[in-house]
């Protein structure tokens, strides 16, 4: 896949740290599916735990996708959800690594890697997912599905919009209400996506010298 690289934004700066939880957005903005095909595929730069990318989206982006989301999510995040151009939903995939030998092989068939190298991915990684427990799978997934969410978050202000995450959701119900498998995916969070319409809360964070420590 090709990646068109391109955004509005690409002062780095701007786009990291005047990023802040919009809520309430212009319900009158749209963004088309192209574009949003495009944020999401931008997001899948991402780095994940041995190139797995076990994740997944879902977009919602109707009157109608919105009031069947709705029924999984906590009334707080309705402003979100009723005034966004668009929710991304992301999950965690736990089967990614059914389909990870296909990964690699085209890596190896783009001359990329050496068949030295593919076989000792190969015989390092496929049988630890082939073996592991449904928590690790679990976990793997979470932990890459937050590092695409997070990407969607910048890619969204990229894109001169912004982005609320959310996982202010029932997890026992959501990926149902998604129409997926819920023997395959885990919940992550929504990621709210529209133009601003209100001025965000602004937030303060911890003094960082007191949650480091060096080893
Ligand atoms: C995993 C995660 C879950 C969150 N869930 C919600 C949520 O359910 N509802 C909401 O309004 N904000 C939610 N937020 C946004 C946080 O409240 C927000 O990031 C935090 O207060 C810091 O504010 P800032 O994003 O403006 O810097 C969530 C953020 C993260 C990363």
Redesign the pocket.
Known sequence: MTVNKKVVNNDFADVMFN???V?QFDPNVKITRDELQEMIEQATTAPSACNLQSWHFVVIDTPEAKEKLKKSV?K??YP?VDTASAIIFVVGDTQSHVVYRDVWQKVYDDHKITKEKLDQIFGTFLPMYENATPEFLQLDATIDG?IVATQLLLLARAHGYDA?????VDFKTIISTLELDPKRYIPI?GVAIGKVAEE??Q?TRYDATTQIEFL
Request: net charge positive.
């Open positions: 990023r802040h939880s809520r906590l707080f995040n979100q937050s609320n995450a959310f996982s202010g969070m965000p809360l937030t």
